[in-house]
Each structure stands twice: as structure tokens, then as C-alpha cells.
């Protein structure tokens, strides 16, 4: 079959395909498909877009998974960008039969982009906002030196999963000391206020004044944007490229809290669309192995497309057939299983969607477990299905990455920044954090301090632009 009939039949397809998705009820942006070669679909993968700044920790992810495809060991057969209009890059080589299935699934991820609570203040004009900050990246290259600006990246991408994604409903906002104003500041105005000066000293002394003098006035999760606003080093141009790698992480971050749910979702829709549409014999075959791939389950980790797939099937069945005692205790009527799906697509994250719906019954089914390293090897260290559950949940907490917050931002009275871990009993990398001090140090470009947990016991590291130290406290 030459190219041009490929395309035409697979225009068809996407015809019938889109037309038995709205059937179901998606609810999805205008779709564009694009077929690219391997070279091409590998860097948008490396890049996780299509425009990006350029940097090498992208081209060391590109090497990686192209290596990997060119041995079959891995391979990427599409990528679909959260956008209004959504797009989708089919991988050239891909049959017939695969691209169908992937035009399924991506009509599945951009239905839940679309209607996801956690994605409602994403961006949808992220490759315009990408392509322009590359742009300027690029000139802060010509105009400050290649190697400079490189190393000023190291340093953001250090430190750039500890944001907030959530900071946008917060209107407080916290002040250095050296902005924060005396009491007389908000107090209301009125012809006496030059009286205020008369006591200058007993004014400072109030409790309204030492509590104003804590900074920030409570701990801050968003490390990036307290950097952003607060660190006195900062170049316009560093300020920028922060912020921009600060925005472009809060655009992924939703993608990241719904991977399973976002996948099972994809895998749900997938397999339900190509159920309904014509295939021969050799396609239905060839279908079966493609799926059976996507859901291979592994002893060393998780795949989402399986689990987030059997929990929305439970889901529907126990909603549409309860038993007499959720019937009675629940509420539940019956029937209601796709309507309820349709309602923990649009509310849940991956924490409460494995909180709420993962049962004893499919923990045992999917024999899943927990394991750890003993001596030499990794064996299993628990198997009761709450400790397994919320295990999970909690490798889940934060997208995975150390709770941080910013506990001062003038510790010593020297504008050092103090940093502590909410430990919950996983102990820090002591290797990465010596690594990532010296980062935090570049951006605040003061003396930086990290309060953790080691051994049970409290432990600060710090450095001062020269080495890093530890002690207990």
C-alpha cells in the first residue's frame, strides 16, 4: 500500500473513530494529527514538546529513548499536547491498525485535558508561550555567554519541581525585611501621623513589629516563585528565564498528579472505541497484541495504563451492579457505573482516585505489594492491602519529589535562606541534596541552609559558597 492510500484510509478511520468517541459522551478540543519520523516524535518527547529552550539535560533524554527505540526496547507511538486545539504526532512506521488504536487513545487524553479539574488553569497556548521563551533564551545566550547561561539553567532545573501549583489562589503575599513597613504603615492615616516618629524606638518593640519582622510570615512550599520574588542577586534576564521554567512546570504538573488516572482513562476509551469499529481478522490480532502490550504488568513497578484501566472497569461495575448492602448503606441504585466514571474523570487526582477507589479486592487481584531493599537483594515487606494502598498513595504525595518549604528567608539576620523537609519517613539522597545546595546557593546568592531527617535524627546541611557541611541538631 503506497503512502497516499495509507493516509486517505486512515483519515476514514479517524472519521468513525471521532464520531464512535462522541457517542460515548468525550468531550474533546478540535484534534490534529500528525505523522513524524523517529527522529523528529523522539526530541519532541525528549523535550515533552514540540518548542522548547534548548539545554542538555533534553538532548541526554533524547539519546536515551532514541537508543532505546533503535534496539527495541522502548518505543513511542504518539504524543499528544495539552492544547486548544489538542495535537497529536503519530510516529511514522506505525500501522495501520496501531495509529487507529492511538488515535483512540489520544481522543481519551485530550477528553480528560479538557475536563479534569486539576487541569482547568492550565495554559492551552503553551507551545506559542514555549516557542517564544526559547526565542529569548537564545538571546540571553548571544548577548551573556552560552556557558553562563547553561550553568544559570543547572541551577533552575535543580530546584524547579518545588513549586506551588495551587499558589494562584493565595493573596497574601510576603515581604523581605527591608519592604516590610513599620506599624505606623497600616495604621490608618490621620493628621498625627508624623506623631509616630516621636517613638520610634517603643514602636519597633511592639509585638506587631516583631511578629512582622518573621520572613516570610509563614513556611512557603513554592521555592521557585520565593526565589523569584526575593533573592537580591537576580538579573532581569535570570528572573525570566525562572519564571518561565517555573510556568512551563506548573503546565506539566497536572500531567503528572493524574498519570494514572490520565492513562487508564486513554486505555479505557481505547479499547472500547476499537471494539466498535470494523476489523478483519488479521486487524483484531494485531489490535489484542498491541493492547496486551500497553497493559503488560511488571514486578519492579507500576504500569498506569493497567491500573488506572482496572480501577474505572471496577468502578463501572460496582456502580452499575452494587450489592444489597451498598444498595442500602450507600444509596446506590444501579445502572449508574458510566455516569460515575464520567464524574471521577472530572473531580479526582491520582492521591484520591487510588484513595478512594482502589479495593481490597483489586489490590489481591493485581497482586500488588510492597517491597524493599534488604541487604543485597529487594524483597516483598508487606502485603496488607491498606498498608499497600496507602504505601502507593504516599510514593504518590507531592508528584514524588521532598515536601520543601522556605522557613526563613533572613536566617542569622544575614538574608540566609533556611529550607526544611517535611520528613514523613523517607529519608532525603544525601548525595543529590550536597549536589543541589550549591544550586539554591547561585539563585539566593547567599548562605543556604537545609533542615532534614537522618537516622531519626534532625540534621542541618548548609553552604556557604565554598563547601557543604552538616551537623545535628
Not at 450 to 469: A, Q, R
Request: glycine share 6%; with cysteine.
Amino acid at each position: 500500500m503506497n503512502p497516499k492510500e495509507e493516509i486517505k484510509l486512515l483519515e476514514q478511520a479517524l472519521v468513525k473513530i471521532t464520531a464512535k468517541a462522541r457517542d460515548y459522551g468525550l468531550d474533546f478540543y478540535d484534534m490534529y494529527f500528525e505523522i513524524c519520523p523517529a527522529d523528529i516524535i523522539y526530541t519532541f518527547g525528549a523535550y515533552g514538546m514540540p518548542t522548547r529552550y534548548s539545554h542538555w539535560t533534553f538532548g541526554k533524554s533524547y539519546h536515551k529513548m532514541k537508543t532505546q527505540y533503535d534496539y527495541n526496547l522502548g518505543r513511542i507511538y504518539e504524543m499528544v499536547i495539552n492544547s486548544n486545539p489538542c495535537y497529536a504526532f503519530l510516529l511514522e512506521g506505525n500501522t495501520l491498525i496501531q495509529n487507529k488504536l492511538v488515535m483512540a487513545h489520544v481522543l481519551g487524553h485530550c477528553d480528560f485535558f479538557k475536563n479534569n479539574a486539576y487541569f482547568k488553569n492550565t495554559s492551552r497556548d503553551m507551545v506559542e508561550s514555549m516557542a517564544a521563551a526559547a526565542e529569548r533564551f537564545r538571546g540571553y545566550a548571544f548577548k551573556y555567554g552560552h556557558d553562563r547561561v547553561e550553568t544559570f539553567i543547572d541551577a533552575v532545573i535543580a530546584i524547579q519541581e518545588h513549586v506551588e501549583p495551587r499558589v494562584r489562589v493565595k493573596n497574601k503575599k510576603s515581604e523581605s525585611p527591608r519592604q516590610q513597613k513599620s506599624c505606623r504603615a497600616t495604621a490608618p492615616e490621620t493628621p498625627y501621623d508624623d506623631l509616630w516618629l516621636l517613638d520610634e524606638k517603643q514602636e519597633n518593640d511592639c509585638d506587631k513589629c516583631k511578629q512582622a519582622k518573621k520572613f516570610p510570615e509563614e513556611p512557603e512550599k513554592d521555592l521557585m516563585l520565593f526565589i523569584i520574588q526575593h533573592s537580591k542577586e537576580l538579573e532581569d534576564w535570570q528572573r525570566d528565564i525562572m519564571s518561565v521554567v517555573r510556568h512551563e512546570m506548573l503546565y506539566f504538573w497536572p500531567q503528572m498528579e493524574t498519570k494514572i488516572m490520565n492513562e487508564g482513562w486513554a486505555t479505557y476509551w481505547h479499547l472500547r472505541i476499537m471494539r466498535e469499529i470494523d476489523l478483519d481478522e488479521a486487524e483484531a490480532l494485531e489490535f489484542a497484541k498491541m493492547h496486551s502490550g500497553i497493559i503488560q504488568t511488571s514486578r519492579a513497578r507500576i504500569n498506569p495504563y493497567h491500573l488506572g484501566l482496572k480501577i474505572f472497569e471496577d468502578i463501572e461495575k460496582r456502580w452499575d451492579n452494587p450489592s444489597p448492602e451498598e444498595k442500602e448503606k450507600l444509596g446506590r441504585p444501579g445502572g449508574d457505573g458510566r455516569e460515575k466514571i464520567f464524574e471521577v474523570r472530572a473531580e479526582e487526582n491520582d492521591i484520591s482516585f487510588l484513595r478512594n477507589y482502589l479495593t481490597r479486592e483489586l489490590i489481591d487481584e493485581l497482586d500488588l505489594y510492597l517491597y524493599k531493599k534488604t541487604g543485597y537483594e529487594w524483597k516483598i515487606s508487606d502485603k496488607e492491602w491498606e498498608t499497600v494502598r496507602d504505601g502507593i498513595v504516599n510514593s504518590l504525595t507531592n508528584c514524588g519529589y521532598p515536601y520543601i518549604l522556605v522557613q526563613d528567608g533572613d536566617f542569622n539576620k544575614r538574608g540566609e535562606l533556611y529550607l526544611k523537609h517535611s520528613f514523613e519517613g523517607t529519608e532525603l539522597d544525601v548525595i543529590y541534596l550536597e549536589k543541589t545546595l550549591p544550586h539554591v546557593y547561585t539563585l539566593w546568592g547567599r548562605p543556604s541552609h537545609l533542615e532534614t531527617v537522618l537516622d531519626n535524627k534532625p540534621v542541618l546541611f548548609s553552604y556557604n559558597g565554598e563547601k557543604v557541611s552538616k551537623k545535628f541538631l
